[in-house]
């Protein structure tokens, strides 16, 4: 799904709201039938680790973290048991393989998407958020990165709510919902 609209319109606040990030000033937010607009801050962050992956417009890498211990974190909040193999594996996908071990401040803007998308995957979530995925970015990162967003939607089977204000990049997507002034078309 695809939320789109002008700069200010409500889009990334949306998305925020529906990733549990900031609590509505009135309705509910169900996911999968449970309303997370009653859960405390522990109970939100668990379900949020279970349940949902955000990609940034702004990337939110650890700049003191090399790209792959970026990748890694949601699984050590997961505890999982194959925490390298996996996040190696999510950044060979992602194409940086032999970028592993470079800091945020080493990787080109589409390099440092793309290690958001690989933590986004990572944790196999159920819904991926993304507020403006492409906005800093030049138009050849751009496209790359909504053909990986697309293609790791699918190898995941997870649903995509995205939100954008380039009508063309919303035309890929089965439903579009338009926001203006903080409403919803």
């Known amino acids: 799904m695809c939320l789109i609209g002008p700069s200010g319109s409500g889009k990334s606040s949306l998305i925020s709201i529906m990733g549990g990030l900031e609590k509505p000033t009135k309705g509910s937010v169900l996911v999968n039938n449970k309303n997370i607009t009653e859960l405390d801050e522990s109970k939100l962050a668990e379900f949020r680790k279970q349940n949902i992956g955000i990609v940034f417009q702004s990337f939110h890498l650890l700049p003191n973290l090399t790209a792959i211990e970026n990748v890694e974190l949601p699984l050590q909040l997961l505890k999982s048991d194959r925490i390298k193999q996996l996040s190696s594996e999510a950044l060979k996908k992602v194409g940086l393989s032999s970028r592993e071990n470079h800091l945020p401040s080493q ?57 954008t204000h380039d009508e063309r990049l919303s035309k890929k997507c089965d439903r579009i919902t338009e926001i203006k002034d903080g409403k919803i078309f």
């Open 107 to 163: 990787l080109s803007g589409g390099e440092q998407q793309r290690v958001a998308l690989a933590r986004a995957f990572i944790g196999s979530p159920k819904i991926i958020l993304a507020d403006e995925p492409t906005g800093n970015l030049d138009s050849k990162s751009s496209s790359m990165i909504i053909d990986m967003l697309f293609s790791l939607k699918e190898e995941n089977k997870t649903t995509l709510i995205f939100a």
